[in-house]
C-alpha cells in the first residue's frame, strides 16, 4: 500500500483538480481524498509536486524484434518510465513486421519480462506492411494489439484503407495512418520551400501529407468509421481535420513536440539529429500545430520515438535515416514551452498525454484517478530544471535535436501498476538537474 500525500491532483477525467491525497493498494487507486487516514507500508511526500494520471504515448518504435542495435523493448520501456510515461504503444516496423499473434505475444512477453512501462503492440494493417493484403485484425486485438498501422510505409490503394477501415471498426480497433503520398515525397530528405531550394536537397511537399489525410477523411466520413492520423504537420492538415470533425467526421490527429518547436530553418547546418519524416515545415505549419493544440483541432501529443545508432545518424544528410527520440524529453518540452507561458493549461497537457489517448485507443481503467482505476501515476515538479543532456538517456539512441536545451518541468516519479519504478531505485521523488 502506497499512499501519496498532499499533492495537487489534475484529472479532467474526473474534474479533478486540488491537493488531496492519493491511496494506491495492490495495482488500483484504492482512494482519492483530502487527509486520508490509512497505515501504507510506503508514503510519498508529494508537497509542491503536482500528480496526473499516466501518461500515455501511443507512437514510438522500441525496434524489438529485428533492430535490437537501436533500441530493444527494455531500455525503450526505461526511457519511457524515465520520461514520465506509463503506457506506450509500439509501432509495428520490426522485422518481423508485427502483422500476427506470434509476433504481438513476443512483444508483450517482452515488455513483461523489462517490468517497466506497460507496452501495448500496434499491428500492421497489411500482411509484411506491404499494403496489399489485411491483416486479421480480430485475431490481432484477440491476441492484444490496440490499434492497426503500416507507419512509414502507409496505404496507398484507397480500396485497401477502406477496407481497413471498416475492419478495424468491426475488429474493435484503430487504424492510425502516417499520411503520405510517397510519389510525391519519393527522393525528399527535407521539407519543400525556400529552404530546401537555398540548400540544394529534394524536398517533401506539404502536398504530399494533404492529399493523404483528405483522402482519409473522405473515407472515414462515407463510412462512418474513425481514423487517426500519426504525426500532423502541416497547416492544410490541421484545417482539414478542425473542418471534418465540425461536420462530425471522427477523425482524430496527433502531433509530435519536434514538429511543434521546430522548423525547417533549423536544417541550415544539415545535422541529422534535424532529419525526421514526416519533415520539420515552415513557421508558419508550426504555429498552425499550436493553434490546433490550443484549440482541440489536435488530439494528443506523441513522441514518434524513432531510435538509431551514432553510426547510422553520422551518415550524409542524404544517406542518414528519417527519425529522433523523443521519450525523455517531451514532457519537459511541453511544460516548458506550451504550460509554463500559458498556451494550453495543466489540465490540457493532462488531456493531450494521457486522457485523449486513452479514449481512442479504448484503454479502460487507464488515466483516471479515482477509486478502482489501475494505479499507474505520473508525478510532476513544475519548477524542476531541466538540461536535455543526450549523454545521460537511457535509451539506447542518443539521435536528439534538443541535446543542450534549457527547460522547466519535468517528471520526477513514474507508478505502474501500483510499483514505483522511476526513479529507477525506488526512492523518493527525483531532482535533476
Not at 490503394?157 to 477501415?165: E, N
Not at 524513432?306 to 528519417?322: Q, V, Y
Request: proline share 5%; aromatic share 4%; with cysteine.
Amino acid at each position: 500500500m502506497i499512499l501519496i500525500r498532499g499533492g495537487r491532483v489534475v484529472d479532467p477525467s474526473t474534474g479533478l483538480d486540488g491537493i488531496l491525497d492519493v491511496l494506491i493498494d495492490g495495482g488500483l487507486i484504492a482512494a482519492v481524498g483530502a487527509a486520508i487516514d490509512a497505515a501504507p507500508e510506503r508514503t510519498v511526500d508529494a508537497r509542491g509536486l503536482v500528480v496526473v494520471p499516466g501518461l500515455i504515448d501511443m507512437h514510438v518504435h522500441l525496434r524489438e524484434p529485428g533492430y535490437e542495435a537501436k533500441e530493444t523493448i527494455a531500455t525503450g520501456a526505461r526511457a519511457a518510465v524515465r520520461g514520465g510515461f506509463t503506457t506506450v504503444c509500439a509501432m509495428p516496423n520490426t522485422n518481423p513486421v508485427n502483422d500476427c499473434r506470434e509476433v504481438t505475444a513476443r512483444i508483450l512477453t517482452g515488455a513483461r519480462r523489462s517490468g517497466l512501462a506497460n507496452v501495448l503492440p500496434i499491428a500492421a494493417v497489411t500482411r509484411g506492411a506491404r499494403g496489399q493484403e489485411l491483416v486479421d485484425m480480430p485475431d490481432l486485438i484477440a491476441a492484444g494489439a490496440v490499434a492497426f498501422s503500416d507507419d512509414g510505409r502507409p496505404v496507398t490503394d484507397s480500396r485497401i484503407m477502406r477496407r481497413a477501415l471498416a475492419g478495424a471498426a468491426a475488429a474493435g480497433g484503430l487504424v492510425i495512418d502516417h499520411c503520405e503520398d510517397r510519389a510525391l515525397a519519393e527522393g525528399g530528405t527535407m521539407h519543400e520551400g525556400r529552404v530546401s531550394a537555398r540548400l540544394g536537397l529534394t524536398g517533401i511537399p506539404s502536398a504530399a501529407e494533404d492529399i493523404m489525410v483528405a483522402r482519409d477523411i473522405v473515407l472515414a466520413e462515407a463510412l462512418g468509421t474513425g481514423v487517426h492520423i500519426a504525426h500532423l504537420s502541416t497547416a492544410g492538415g490541421v484545417r482539414m481535420v478542425g473542418e471534418a470533425r465540425g461536420r462530425g467526421v471522427r477523425v482524430s490527429a496527433e502531433a509530435t513536440p519536434h514538429h511543434l518547436l521546430l522548423t525547417d530553418e533549423s536544417l541550415e547546418t544539415r545535422d541529422t539529429d534535424f532529419k525526421m519524416n514526416p519533415p520539420l515545415r515552415s513557421p508558419s505549419d508550426a504555429a498552425a500545430l499550436v493553434e490546433g493544440l490550443r484549440t482541440g483541432v489536435v488530439d494528443a501529443i506523441a513522441t514518434d520515438h524513432a531510435p538509431h545508432t551514432e553510426e547510422e545518424k553520422n551518415r550524409e544528410f542524404t544517406e542518414a535515416p528519417f527519425g529522433i527520440v523523443g521519450l525523455e524529453t517531451a514532457v519537459s518540452l511541453v511544460l516548458d514551452r506550451f504550460v509554463g507561458p500559458g498556451i494550453i493549461t495543466l489540465a490540457r497537457f493532462v488531456e493531450l498525454l494521457s486522457v485523449n489517448p486513452a479514449r481512442l485507443l479504448g484503454l479502460s481503467g487507464k488515466a483516471r484517478i479515482a477509486a478502482g482505476a489501475d494505479a499507474d501515476l505520473t508525478v510532476l515538479d513544475l519548477d524542476l530544471p531541466v538540461k536535455v543532456d543526450k549523454s545521460r538517456f537511457v535509451s539506447k539512441a542518443r539521435n536528439t535535436p534538443f541535446d543542450g536545451w534549457k527547460l522547466k518541468g519535468g517528471p520526477v516519479m513514474t507508478i505502474v501498476g501500483g510499483r514505483v519504478v522511476y526513479p529507477f531505485d525506488g526512492g523518493s521523488p527525483a531532482r535533476r538537474s
